[in-house]
């Protein structure tokens, strides 16, 4: 029996190795805030959630099979938890129900055996009766594959027989075999047989005489009765063993994938509590285009990212009101670049294309009111990092050994998250180191999405690749307020930084009013507006 609930021709695989950069990528875009809800104190759907966040789909149609069968978990989301329940509790009961014997006979194989099937035989028949209600308004493959079968395998009759098979194999009436002699008068050709009543009536009416009785003290008789038990019962030992562990390897699978979209029902009824909104995005692979240089013949056509209304769900979820969310156009870029006001949202931004490209490749819903995006390769973050307490190596260092480890693992199609990269330095060499790798990922066809309030960077890469670049900005209001948008437009030699300092002091930093003004976008000189 195969589950294939998130993968249309396999089982999905916990024990997959992620990759080596997963630890920084959760840590950067706050995926643990998400994987705590959809966790809710549940280790194993904490463990099932991230390693499916965190190995992604690369393959179209698997992306939408796979937000197929968690549409259908979202419309019936109690029912997949008493599913997931309901295994678990079985699961747990098999374990403790071994009666403690651990020796190898085939009698306690078939004890133990026996034990298992009763238990699984009751998981599968409450599988069937709580899907049944609702196997109708199912609509995607593996969700109506998976009700099918247990509509048509387990039904009443079956689940009836099976139970008065594990019943007779409890031996209420005793074992009952059959053998023959072979050389040396050893038995061989053992066969189980059903046993006869053994009522006192039929016991009285046994004329044969073909029966035995051993001293309660006849300890060789009674250990080579045993042995008999046990050539007897050899073969059966096997295929009950064989058939609670096929049973129970089927559970564990089908517990690992109800877990995933019992966690993507738990983050969804928290986005949507609050009135967020979620979509599934529209999944396309990057269009097959002919290179026009044999040196381009590597790189990859250029992916599509457009979303409105994308906002964080991690911050969302920390916040008593509703996120801001922002609109995108970057289709056909392989550089977004965003600046403007400190604290605006820029980082916030990065996080939520971050967050939600890992959510489109791991088949689930995104938190925008429309998405659409491609499936690509690795999602890298090169974040700031705090000073290293141990003074072993200073920031700018730092920096460029993570950066080192990113470009020795980077492909093309890759998507690169860069938040203020090289800001440890000053504003001339960080602007140049920062400018030299993002074209050499750039060159690759590696997709980068970058924060940063280095003038000299922005405004470089403005000028010249503005042909496969978006360049947006964060908005401000005149009083210095944050709008928390961002929306197209060229990079500004100014921060804000002084809108910070008035917060903070409550006056006018000295000698700068108008220091900090961005030119006109005319070209002229700045004029004072409001203050700022």
């Known amino acids: 029996m195969n589950v294939h609930l998130l993968h249309p021709d396999r089982d999905l695989d916990l024990e997959v190795v992620l990759a080596r950069h997963s630890e920084a990528l959760s840590d950067d875009l706050g995926l643990d805030v998400l994987l705590d809800r959809m966790a809710d104190g549940d280790e194993r759907i904490r463990a099932a959630c991230r390693s499916v966040l965190l190995s992604g789909l690369r393959d179209v149609d698997e992306v939408r099979y796979r937000q197929a069968v968690v549409a259908d978990a979202l419309r019936a989301p109690e029912v997949f938890a008493q599913l997931y329940e309901a295994i678990v509790a079985g699961l747990d009961l098999a374990k403790r129900s071994y009666s403690g014997l651990f020796r190898d006979a085939p009698d306690a194989i078939v004890r133990r055996a026996v034990e298992r099937l009763q238990v699984y035989a009751d998981v599968l028949q409450r599988l069937r009766q709580d899907t049944a209600p609702v196997r109708s308004r199912m609509g995607s493959e593996g969700v109506t594959a998976l009700f099918e079968l247990f509509a048509t395998q387990f039904d009443e009759p079956y689940l009836g027989e099976v139970e008065a098979q594990l019943e007779e194999l409890t031996f209420p009436r005793g074992v009952l075999f059959g053998a023959r002699l072979g050389r040396g008068a050893v038995g061989t050709g053992f066969q189980l047989k059903r046993p ?147 604290q605006g949202g820029k980082s916030t931004l990065l996080r939520s294309i971050g967050t939600a490209q890992l959510l489109l490749q791991a088949g689930l819903f995104v938190p925008a009111t429309a998405f659409a995006g491609s499936t690509g390769g690795q999602v890298y973050t090169h974040f700031g990092r705090e000073e290293d307490q141990e003074l072993r190596r200073g920031k700018l260092e730092e920096e460029l ?29 960080g602007s140049e180191l920062a400018r030299q790798v993002f074209r050499a990922h750039l060159d690759l066809g590696v997709r980068v999405v970058a924060v940063t309030h280095l003038y000299d960077l922005a405004e470089s890469l403005h000028r010249t690749e503005s042909s496969r670049g978006v360049f947006l900005r964060a908005q401000r209001e005149e009083d210095g307020e944050r709008t928390f948008r961002i929306e197209p437009g060229a990079p500004l030699p100014t921060s804000y930084g002084q809108d910070l300092y008035r917060r903070i002091f409550g006056e006018e930093p000295s000698g700068s009013s108008t220091a900090d003004d961005p030119p006109a976008e005319d070209g002229r000189d700045p004029q004072p507006h409001g203050g700022a």
């Open 196 to 342: 006869r009543a053994q009522g006192w009536l039929s016991r009285s009416l046994d004329r044969s005489g073909a029966s035995f009785e051993v001293a309660e003290r006849d300890d060789d008789s009674i250990e080579s009765l045993g042995r008999l038990r046990d050539q007897a019962l050899a073969e059966v030992a096997v295929v009950l063993s064989q058939a609670s562990d096929d049973i129970e390897v089927f559970l564990r699978q089908l517990r690992d994938e109800l877990a995933v979209l019992i966690g993507a029902a738990r983050l969804h009824e928290a986005l949507t509590t609050k009135g967020e909104p979620t979509c599934f995005p529209e999944v396309v692979a990057p269009t097959e285009e002919e290179p026009h240089a044999e040196a381009q013949a590597r790189v990859p056509p250029p992916a599509r990212l457009t979303a409105r209304g994308l906002y964080d769900p991690a911050l969302s979820l920390q916040l008593a009101d509703r996120a801001v969310g922002n609109d995108l156009d970057a289709d056909g870029a392989l550089l977004v670049l965003i600046t403007g006001a400190n």
């Open 401 to 429: 050994n993570r950066m080192r480890t990113i470009v020795e693992r980077i492909r093309p199609g890759d998507l690169l998250l860069a938040n203020e990269s090289f800001a440890a330095t000053n504003e001339r060499e």
